[in-house]
């Protein structure tokens, strides 16, 4: 098993490249671990305190399940990923099952924060984006897919999200083996990637 970990800044253009690799090699050779998944529950928290976290710092995130899983698949053992909610900022009673493949790809905006993870991971890939970009993104997105207004977004992205993205997320493409400009449809991410992917996976 080939193992891929792809991060980046909110809307870098992370799980767009997911996606044109899953394309690419098919469903059946690419299994996929997203971070947002690992969010903790927080269930005893009310949606009002839940939905005021802090869900771009590492003590969002449960990384030693996240570990756990990333082990398993190593291991050639199938897990059960949690499913999250955006919208009640908890995870729900449903799982996915998620079995060992030729290559496997762990994405999200802090997994290069747990050395644990960091040392399963065979190829370490930065999506860089300048920040009027991802904004622009992540408007675009939160309105489509959770129905936030563009206000709340731009007021979430100076509040939380571009501190912790100077404190945490930058600070990790320093460990990363390649870094993937993605500020225009000029530059073919995907493409990048392949070329990095042993062709025996």
């Known amino acids: 098993m080939f193992t891929i970990g792809i991060t980046g800044g909110t809307a870098s253009g992370k799980t767009t490249l997911v996606e044109k690799a899953v394309a690419h090699y098919g469903s059946e050779r690419v299994a996929v671990l997203s971070q947002d998944a690992y ?18 710092h590492p003590n969002a995130f449960d990384f030693d399940l ?5 082990l398993s698949l190593k291991k050639g053992i199938s897990i059960h990923a949690p499913m999250y909610s955006f919208t009640k900022h908890q995870r729900t009673s ?4 998620i079995s060992p493949k ?10 290069l924060q747990d050395k644990r993870i960091v040392d399963l991971l065979d190829l370490k890939v930065f999506m860089e984006a300048p920040e009027k970009v991802r904004l622009a993104r992540r408007i675009h997105r939160d309105h489509l897919e959770r ?3 563009e206000a709340d977004v731009k007021n979430r992205f100076q509040k939380t999200l571009k501190p912790m993205h100077i404190l945490y997320i930058e600070p990790s493409k320093a460990i990363a083996d390649i870094v993937i400009q993605n500020d225009s449809n000029k530059n073919d991410a995907f ?11």
Do not use: C
């Open 191 to 201: 493409h990048v990637l392949l070329n990095s992917i042993p062709s025996s996976s």
């Open 66 to 70: 996240l570990y756990a899983h990333l």
């Open 102 to 111: 030729k290559i496997l790809i762990v994405e999200g905006i802090l997994i």
């Open 39 to 56: 969010y903790k529950s927080n269930d005893k928290l009310s949606f009002k305190k839940r939905s005021k976290l802090n869900f771009d």
């Open 94 to 97: 449903k799982t996915q099952l």
């Open 147 to 149: 129905g936030r207004t």
